[in-house]
């Protein structure tokens, strides 16, 4: 069974500040989804990595497949940005959500 | 639409009552999930078609729990005799690919209250 942790559970940030959310995984993996949720339940897919690094706007996401651990960075947050983050692996044919992440970023 | 549309939004049955809730996926997206999210919890995996094809139905927490995709489009999630346990968001997504690890557009969810 793959367990996914993420940490922290609940972060508060001012306007501006820079925030990681870190995504730990315990099986190897295909591939791995960042998702935001926003009050109301509905989820995007930000990104889908399998290795390395991708940016998105002030988005940026991070893998090392070797330390099955990811991180999400938030460049210049913005009160728009406040949302659960959610990580979830790809293994084989079943993929896993973990927990989440809720993000508040005051103005 | 161009997105993953799910109804009813909101639903909310007596214990023990029938309900059933569509998925309107991309068009096109041969991928198609369905998850349950219970209150501050991540969704978790109920089943998966391909096309029309139930490919993965192990997720479903009980036999009351039904899924179909007759023409390989749009969804529909049936609960049986419904328990307060199953009250929870119902989420809904698709993907182009037939491949479980692509990326998956996600609907809004119905949010499902069992009294």
């Known amino acids: 069974k793959n367990e996914v942790e993420q940490s922290p559970q609940n972060l508060t940030a001012q306007e501006g500040e820079f925030i990681t959310i870190n995504c730990s995984y315990s099986?190897?993996?295909?591939?791995l989804h960042w998702l935001q949720q926003h009050p109301g339940g509905g989820i995007v897919s930000l990104f889908m990595?399998?290795?390395g690094k991708k940016k998105h706007g002030r988005l940026i996401a991070t893998i090392n497949i070797q330390e099955k651990h990811s991180s999400l960075h938030i460049t210049a947050s913005h009160p728009r940005d406040s949302a659960v983050y959610i990580c979830?692996?790809?293994?084989?044919?079943?993929?896993?959500f973990g927990p989440g992440t809720r993000l508040s970023v005051l103005p | 639409g161009a997105g993953v549309s799910q109804s009813p939004r909101y639903k909310v049955a007596k214990r023990g009552q029938d309900v059933a809730l569509r998925c309107d996926p991309i068009s096109g997206h041969v991928s198609l999930f369905w998850y349950q999210q219970a209150l501050g919890q991540g969704p978790e995996f109920l089943t998966y078609?391909?096309?029309?094809?139930?490919?993965?139905k192990s997720g479903l927490p009980s036999d009351r729990f039904f899924a179909e995709r007759p023409e390989g489009s749009v969804s529909t999630l049936k609960i049986q005799r419904t328990q307060q346990e199953d009250s929870a968001v119902y989420l809904c997504a698709s993907s182009l690919l037939a491949s479980r690890a692509s990326g998956q557009y996600f609907g809004p969810g119905t949010r499902l209250t069992v009294t």
């Open positions: 979830a692996p790809s293994y084989g044919q079943n993929f896993v």
């Open positions: 099986v190897g993996i295909s591939a």
């Open positions: 078609f391909q096309n029309e094809a139930q490919l993965d």
């Open positions: 990595l399998s290795s």
